[in-house]
């Protein structure tokens, strides 16, 4: 498979407020053969990724650019912006940073504005990459390492979770099996042993008064 095959299974979802800016990465991603996903806003990026605001503005407005089943694909990597009303792409990190559904998500986050400070805490919150504006094809391919991780682990965590579950079932089926040997191997009353209980608790009884009725005949 080459590489360009290869890249185009993953998908990035783009979070812009400026709609030249999502544009333009949305063009750069493509042309680099990557699926693509366009949001203009934080909140409407965690409903993509099924994480709902109460605050988020109205769905009605076209601003996802994808199909109608777009919950269905994975996103591989989220690029978004800085600067953003409402949700900051930082706001944005975070709460992807504390789901345990999508911390494993790849962030990148972008900006015009060359703050040390802010590109500290970005990164010190779990950012892979800060990109300043305007975004090159050069620092797209720093995107690369960090999708090969994120399907590496998510291939590994799968993994893991087949080989627990299969555990579980196998314990289940020994649990199964031991339960089925108990009450195979317990021991049930036949014919045989409930007349031989039967004569050991009645002949005795009978056999007495037998013998004393005809010791009174004699």
């Known amino acids: 498979m080459g590489m360009a095959a290869a890249e185009s299974q993953f998908h990035v979802l783009a979070v812009d407020d400026n709609i030249i800016d999502r544009k333009l990465i949305e063009k750069l991603l493509k042309t680099s053969s990557y699926q693509v996903t366009t949001v203009d806003s934080g909140s409407k990026a965690l409903e993509f990724l099924g994480l709902h605001e109460d605050d988020q503005s109205s769905s009605d407005s076209p601003s996802i650019s994808t199909n109608k089943h777009h919950q269905e694909l994975e996103v591989n990597l989220i690029i978004t912006d800085y600067c953003m009303p409402g949700m900051t792409g930082y706001d944005l990190l975070k709460k992807i940073k504390e789901s345990s559904s999508l911390r494993n998500i790849p962030v990148v986050i972008m900006s015009s504005e060359n703050v040390p400070s802010r590109i500290s805490r970005c990164l010190e919150e779990g950012a892979e990459e800060f990109f300043l504006k305007p975004v090159r ?32 079932q196998s314990q289940k089926h020994q ?7 108990q009450q195979q191997s317990s021991p049930r009353p036949s014919g045989n042993s409930k007349r031989k209980a039967m004569e050991e608790n009645l002949s005795p009884d009978r056999t007495r008064p037998r013998y004393s009725d005809i010791a009174a005949v004699v």
């Open 137 to 168: 094809p050069a620092d797209l391919n720093r995107l690369k390492p960090h999708m090969m991780k994120a399907v590496s682990k998510d291939q590994k965590q799968e993994k893991h979770e087949e080989e627990e579950e299969e555990e579980i």
């Open 175 to 181: 649990q199964q099996q031991q339960q089925h040997h």
